[in-house]
């Protein structure tokens, strides 16, 4: 009887955070370290996205669900991904390692390894060196 009456209590502590502070991170979603919020704003993140080391996320950025299509599910982002304020990742999709995602960018394809995506709708550049002096506080 204790454990379901602690679950409904921590679910209302953390949806009082998530909307006092504007940030929708999950206890459920998966992320690697390294995460490092940029700047303080509004941030929804699925509980099903995974999320790998050494990622940077600005304010305004949403990584969430497409319900219908090809498409249908949650990101997948790799390693060493920065992403840009106001971004917009949604869909079954896969971000590679070393992806910079720039600010507006509406991201609903898969992104290769060592890229750079710009614009809505989003185009990829290749670049060997993406997110070379983006990273901040990197973890080995």
């Not at 809505?120 to 997110?131: E, G, R, Y």
Request: glycine residues 12%.
């Amino acid at each position: 009887l204790k454990t379901p009456l602690l679950n409904v209590f921590w679910k209302f502590v953390l949806r009082h955070y998530q909307i006092k502070y504007g940030f929708q991170i999950y206890p459920e979603t998966e992320i690697g370290e390294g995460f490092y919020l940029g700047h303080w704003g509004t941030l929804v993140i699925n509980p099903q996205a995974k999320i790998g080391k050494n990622c940077n996320i600005a304010q305004g950025v949403t990584i969430g669900q497409q319900n219908r299509g090809a498409k249908a599910g949650v990101p997948i982002i790799g390693d060493e991904v920065w992403i840009g304020a106001n971004a917009v990742i949604v869909g079954g999709i896969t971000i590679g390692n070393n992806v910079l995602i720039g600010p507006n960018a509406y991201v609903n394809f898969d992104v290769p390894s060592d890229s750079v995506v710009i614009g809505n709708p989003a185009k990829i550049l290749s670049k060997a060196n993406a997110t070379e002096g983006y990273i901040n506080r990197k973890i080995p």
